[in-house]
Each structure stands twice: as structure tokens, then as C-alpha cells.
């Protein structure tokens, strides 16, 4: 993978000229301008590469978020209790993927900065121990709750799909009628989806383990993070009343406090298990606050974070015009379409399964992918006889499988544990292939 795999953001320009050609070729554009203009306009419009601004900017919230709070000393030392657990490389890299995946059930958002924060951790605290275990080995352990996390309680699909006036903003009104609301008790908690997920807790740090048990060529974190410093920082002079409100506790303490308490109000009035980003962020946000104790020790920690955001601010403007592309132009529901009806029966889910990973390759957003693919799988698993939860899971299982292959989420991973795509997706592919054949196994035991 390491000769293989090359740089996120030359996957995201490949990606963007592929689907540009295939657009040309086989997509359904305007009839009163040129096939390459339609194309370009499709590309560069307002549902193409800028319809994901708002979320790039939560994505770099969230990266700035964790980075900033895992600064902090209380999390420092939290965070390093944890990762002195483990007595070998094979213990460590068992558990990083097993509170990865674990957050990831809970909220993808926390499993994807939660995993990647004790990666980190972990593979300092080995090091200082004298214990030899594959730094990228955990940065892809960490990356294991975008495995399981749409089989979850964050899930976009069984999420949209709870309440009919969820279903009617994906559906058209006829499916509706026929299919209703499906409640978590069919999908999330459901017998599927308990051993599905439920038994990727179990196999993946399992694997994981396994993968680390092998320890005589390794990379240290020292050598993809650079020597911890040694240095204690030095207090500054506070000398003058600005100089009070910039390193004083209170002012940036009371902002904090009110961040807290208003993601309390916000989730109470949601529910937990509608945990969105901005819940996550705010949260992020005023345990930061409170716990660098200033402003100024807050506002050096997200300095320093920034930087970590370029891959997302520069990429994903390009998947958002991939995934303009593929809807506007009707690909992305021609492909789903063309699996989907290539199998019947039993096979239906595991045909619906395979299409979505492949659609995930370019529309990497679980939201967006249900738009696209929910009307068909459930018409499809209608006139099949295949209950609509089944259906539901399938595409949940598909967009889940192939982040192990897409560099997208990986990005606020990759820029706070250091490591390179093509470093851990040795390790994600290998993660993949288990998974993808226990879904595989399920999903035709159960339809």
C-alpha cells in the first residue's frame, strides 16, 4: 500500500477528472448547451463544489476542537493513563481499535477524534516505556469507528428514516406510503445489526492485535511527531489589565462554561442519540476553554491545530463537486441501480451492499449516499419481498465498508496522529476484506 496508495489530495484530483470523463461519456446533462459546459457548470455550481462549506468548516471544528483539548493538561493526563495500560504491542493496538470503534457506535464524530487523540497517546507512552509497537499500526486502530459507526447511533440512514418526515425529505411520497417510518429498534437495534456490529467490536481489535504482534521493523512516534520537548513553558509577565483578560481563567472560563451549557440544552432538547457535530464541537470548544485555564493558552493550541486543517479546506470542495457531479448527472443512481437489479432474493442485501461501497468511493457522506441510493434499495427490497430495514442496513454497511479505502474521513486522523494515508491503509484494507466478508455472511443469513 505504501508503493500503491498516493497522497489524499492527488486521490481527491484523480477522483475529480475520472468522474469529469465518465460524466462526459455516459452522464445525463442539459440538451441546450454543450456536454462540456453542462459539465462544468454541474461541477462548479452551488450543489457542486461548495454545497459542503458549512460541513468542511465543521470537520475543521472538530480537528481544531479535539487537537486544542487534547492539550489541555487534564486530558494530557487522561488520555496517557489510558495509554499505559497496555503491557505489549499487541494490547495496545487491540485497544486503540476497540475505544475507536466503541466511540464510533456512540458518535462517529467522537470516535474519529477520540480514536485518533489515544493513537497518538498510545504510541508516545509505548515509546517512553521501552516497548516497541508500529506507530501507523495505531493511527489505523484509531480510524476502526469509521468502520462501525453507520451501524450506530449517528448513522445517517437509520437517523433519516425514524420519523416520516424524515423519510419524506429522501423519499418520493408513493415509497413513503409503502415503507413509512423504521424505527432503531429495526435497524440500529436490531438482531442484524447486534451481530453485525456488535461482532466487529470483538473481530477488529482481535485483528488489530494480531497485526502488532509482529515488531521487528517498526516506527516510532517519536519519528512521525518529532522528540517530545522537555521544555517547561515559562509563565508570562502579566503586567497590565489586558494582559489579565488574555491570561486570566475567568474570562475565557465563562465563555467555556456557557459553550457547556448550552450543548447540555441542545442535546436534552434532541435526545442523545441525535448527537450531531455542532453538539460535538461545542462540547469541544468549552472543555477547551475551561481547561487551558486562558485565553491565550486556548488560542495557542488552536494555532497550532490550524494547520492540520489545510487538507480538508483545500479537498473537500473537490468531493463536493464529485458528488454534484454524480447526482446532477444521474451516475451515481445508474450504478446503484445496475447492481441492484443484477441480483434477487437473498443476494439483493449483498448486492445493495457491494453498490454502496463502490458509490461511497464517490460520495463519501453517508447523509448524501442515502439520498441517492434509499429510493432505489427500498424499492428494490419491496418488490423483492426484503423487509425495508435490510435494505436500510445494506447501504449503512456498504458507505461504512470503503472509508477504510477513502482517504476523506481519514483527514483530521491523519493530521493529529502525523502519519501518511498510504502508511495505515495497508492496515484498513486488511480491516476491510474481515469486515466486508462478516457483513457479507449476515446480511444473506438474515434477508
Not at 456512540?106 to 470516535?111: A, F
Not at 440544552?265 to 464541537?281: A, C, K
Amino acid at each position: 500500500m505504501r508503493r500503491l496508495i498516493p497522497d489524499p489530495f492527488v486521490i481527491a484530483i484523480v477522483l475529480t477528472l475520472f468522474t469529469m470523463v465518465a460524466v462526459l461519456i455516459w452522464g445525463t446533462l442539459p440538451e441546450d448547451q454543450s456536454r462540456f459546459t453542462g459539465m462544468i457548470r454541474a461541477w462548479s455550481s452551488g450543489d457542486g463544489m461548495w454545497k459542503l462549506l458549512g460541513f468542511a468548516m465543521q470537520m475543521s471544528l472538530i480537528l481544531l476542537g479535539g487537537h486544542v483539548l487534547a492539550e489541555t493538561t487534564l486530558v494530557q493526563r487522561a488520555l496517557y493513563g489510558c495509554a499505559k495500560l497496555p503491557q505489549s504491542s499487541v494490547a495496545a493496538a487491540s485497544m486503540v481499535a476497540f475505544v475507536a470503534a466503541v466511540l464510533g457506535v456512540l458518535n462517529w464524530g467522537l470516535g474519529l477524534v477520540g480514536g485518533a487523540l489515544l493513537a497518538r497517546a498510545t504510541g508516545r507512552a509505548m515509546e517512553q516505556r521501552g516497548i516497541r509497537v508500529h506507530y501507523p499500526l495505531l493511527a489505523a486502530a484509531g480510524y476502526m469507528g469509521l468502520l462501525v459507526w453507520h451501524g450506530g447511533f449517528s448513522g445517517s440512514a437509520p437517523l433519516a428514516m425514524t420519523t416520516r418526515a424524515g423519510a419524506e425529505k429522501v423519499l418520493p411520497s408513493d415509497l413513503v406510503e409503502q415503507v413509512g417510518a423504521v424505527g432503531l429498534e429495526s435497524t440500529v437495534l436490531s438482531e442484524l445489526n447486534l451481530v453485525v456490529t456488535g461482532g466487529l467490536l470483538v473481530l477488529l481489535p482481535v485483528l488489530l492485535g494480531l497485526l502488532g504482534s509482529r515488531t521487528d521493523s517498526v516506527v516510532q512516534a517519536s519519528e512521525v511527531l518529532g522528540p517530545e520537548s522537555d521544555e517547561i513553558a515559562q509563565g508570562p509577565e502579566i503586567d497590565t489589565f489586558t494582559d489579565r483578560l488574555l491570561h486570566g481563567w475567568w474570562l475565557g472560563g465563562t465563555l467555556g462554561v456557557l459553550l457547556l451549557i448550552a450543548a447540555v440544552i441542545s442535546i436534552g432538547d434532541s435526545g442523545i442519540g441525535r448527537l450531531g457535530l455542532n453538539q460535538v464541537i461545542t462540547l469541544l470548544l468549552g472543555f477547551g476553554l475551561v481547561l487551558h485555564r486562558s485565553p491565550a493558552r486556548f488560542a495557542d493550541a488552536a494555532t497550532q491545530a490550524a494547520a492540520g486543517c489545510a487538507g480538508i479546506i483545500v479537498q473537500f470542495p473537490l468531493y463536493a463537486g464529485i458528488m454534484g457531479l454524480l447526482i446532477s448527472s444521474g451516475l451515481a443512481a445508474d450504478m446503484t441501480r445496475a447492481l441492484v437489479e443484477s441480483a434477487s432474493g437473498a443476494l439483493l442485501p449483498v448486492a445493495t451492499f457491494l453498490s454502496a461501497g463502490v458509490v461511497n468511493m464517490l460520495v463519501p457522506s453517508g447523509g448524501g449516499q442515502w439520498a441517492v441510493q434509499g429510493p432505489i434499495a427500498l424499492q428494490a427490497g419491496l418488490d423483492a419481498g426484503v423487509a425495508p430495514a435490510t435494505m436500510l442496513m445494506s447501504v449503512a454497511y456498504g458507505d461504512e465498508l470503503t472509508n477504510m479505502l477513502q482517504p476523506f474521513w481519514a483527514l483530521p486522523l491523519l493530521a493529529i496522529t502525523g502519519v501518511r494515508a498510504r502508511d495505515i491503509f495497508g492496515y484498513t484494507f486488511i480491516a476491510m476484506c474481515l469486515a466486508g466478508g462478516w457483513m457479507i455472511l449476515w446480511l444473506v443469513v438474515f434477508a
